[in-house]
DNA sequence: GCGCGCGCTGAGAGCGGGCTCAGAGGTTGC
DNA sequence: GCAACCTCTGAGCCCGCTCTCAGCGCGCGC
């Protein structure tokens, strides 16, 4: 316990190889977006710093040395590709995670993702951003593992991110997208009541216009497929929100 | 600085036979494409450097000594035949790929690739690079054989790179240039969901402007070559990519 | 015990992702 | 110069996914 931060989820944070927190430069040069993102990076126990132009994207990035950088390819100065070599010259290991729209000119993206770098084309949902993050850095052999790797376990039911599997007491259990993304934010987030709405915000779009009422279906589905038939993890805290627990030991 | 780490997928990388990571240096006086290559390559968890002519790829390979060197032939100073000769009196095992456009001399690159060199023509994919890369080194006896030889395996799918073979449950079976490439990506991810973009920028040239279709297409291609009343081993993510799988036990 | 309202779930519409077929254009080899 | 093959585009179809609506059960406060 040693954190200095108040940081969210009870379960271990991703830090760098000597322990301290993961550094991420968020560049965006909408500064209500940069705040939102920055703000669920915090949460996962990164420090974090932002940038609204590639200017100032450098020279954050030459002090801080950031093991990561979010970066919209729409800048007012320049554009996503020229910063991303600038960025290399700066840290060479760097990972960057590109934001995009979503019928941008792909073409410029084209070799990013080969390279090891990945990109999310808006609008996002948080759980994406902070994922596709945690997968860069793992892969770049970045952060220590205190997990056994890509896979999530609580209880009998377990997550490969990668492979984007999920069994339940070794039976395979089918999910679409959504329920996967929900899934996921559970299991990060194990004993832990998430209300409806921290639930919409991290797992739909922040330009999601619907209401609260998507959680409960999708929470629906969800049980029909996970806790079909056997003892029930996933909990509903009246007036509060849902939880998710391994599964009682009793009859 | 310039520590790679281990980069990319779950797979043993090929490292030099005391164990550090592979050096190469790239040669190209286009930085976008100094880039991507670099990057592509950084993912198979090597140390590379860039340069833009001959004269500062000479420098560069006096300091880091490469294992190969990608290097374009047109260079804004010299040719790429000039460069290879000055390159081998500082080191005189060091591997070259050459990158050539489709109509350039061919006849003095046939006479490079008798030396034990390669080389392959613009625009390429990302994946014939480093299969050549890989091919070169191993031919060298520059790389530790960390898996067995040019033979790739998932369940009872194998690929002999080199032969070009590609077997299912001991059955041969005949794949298009590009249905080969396309199921080396699989083979050498296994496990993993690659998503249409990635496929797409590993696979397919890297000025190719078409859409995700065509890897739908082939993929299309390769079930009814690979998977053919067989159990399936390809299977779609929705939403999300495709993943090669070893396929289901049982009945 | 009663009623309100939160939460659950079934039905169904709309959409868009993904698969396949057909065919044009280009390349290779004979 | 022709034939075979390969690659890619376009169109059409199917179906899984997402979300809205509506009705009902049940927990909880009174």
């Not at 977006?33 to 996962?44: H, Q």
Request: net charge negative.
């Amino acid at each position: 316990m040693n954190t200095s931060r108040p940081r969210g989820p009870g379960r271990p944070a991703l830090t760098r190889t000597d322990g301290t927190p993961i550094r991420v430069l968020v560049v965006d040069d909408d500064p209500d977006l940069a705040e939102v993102l920055s703000g669920a990076l915090r949460y996962e126990g990164w420090e974090v710093r932002t940038a609204g132009d590639g200017v100032s994207a450098l020279a954050e990035a030459r002090g801080l040395l950031p093991d990561a950088v979010v970066l919209d390819v729409m800048l007012p100065d320049t554009d996503g590709f020229t910063v991303l070599r600038s960025l290399h010259t700066v840290r060479s290991d760097v990972c960057v995670l590109f934001l995009t729209a979503r019928d941008a000119v792909e073409d410029r993206i084209a070799g990013i993702t080969a390279g090891g770098d990945d990109y999310v084309t808006k609008p996002f949902s948080l759980e994406e951003v902070v994922a596709r993050l945690r997968g860069l850095l793992r892969r770049a052999g970045m952060a220590r593992q205190l997990e056994d790797g890509p896979r999530l376990t609580v209880g009998d039911l377990t997550m490969d991110e990668e492979a984007r599997e999920v069994t339940r007491g070794g039976e395979l259990v089918e999910l679409s997208p959504t329920e996967f993304e929900l899934l996921r934010l559970l299991m990060r987030n194990p004993r832990r009541v998430l209300s409806k709405a921290q639930i919409l915000d991290r797992v739909w779009s922040y330009d999601f216009g619907g209401q609260a009422h998507v959680v409960e279906l999708y929470i629906s589905y969800l049980r029909k497929k996970v806790d079909a038939g056997r003892p029930p993890m996933i909990h509903t805290v009246r007036g509060a929100g849902y939880v998710l627990k391994p599964a009682a030991v009793g009859p």
